[in-house]
């Protein structure tokens, strides 16, 4: 069983940045894949960016409109970090990291059917 903790949300004003982080216990897999999604006021969960490890590539995945805003970076460990610059109030929402841990291939974009583990959430709000 995978555990994930995420922390760094909080408050910020419109075009302020917020750095997430999340680490991951409980797993030793070569295939730790790892990725972030959000969740607004009655909207839909949607994915934001991703870090997915598969048969020995590393393939780093985004959201098409939040490129470029929005950095994804996974260290040697278990952490998986998001860089949000430029920041909007539609950005504003309950931020969830979610990981898989099976060495399998992996289709496109950022699906939550594809993370079997998530966090408890971690809420950005950004004020006009």
């Known amino acids: 069983q995978v555990q994930l903790v995420e922390s760094g949300g909080g408050s910020v004003q419109a075009g302020g940045s917020l750095r997430l982080s999340c680490t991951a216990s409980?797993?030793?897999?070569?295939?730790?894949?790892m990725g972030w999604f959000r969740q607004a006021p009655g909207k839909e969960r949607e994915g934001v960016a991703a870090?997915?490890?598969?048969?020995?590539?590393?393939?780093t995945r985004y959201a098409e409109s939040l490129a470029g805003r929005f950095t994804v970076s996974k260290d040697n460990g278990n952490t998986l970090n998001l860089q949000m610059n430029g920041l909007e109030p539609d950005d504003s929402a309950m931020y969830y990291c979610a990981a898989e841990t099976s060495c399998r291939g992996w289709s496109a974009g950022i699906r939550q059917s594809d993370f079997r583990f998530w966090g408890q959430g971690t809420q950005i709000t950004v004020s006009s």
């Open positions: 870090v997915v490890r598969f048969w020995g590539a590393t393939s």
């Open positions: 409980g797993s030793t897999s070569p295939c730790l894949s």
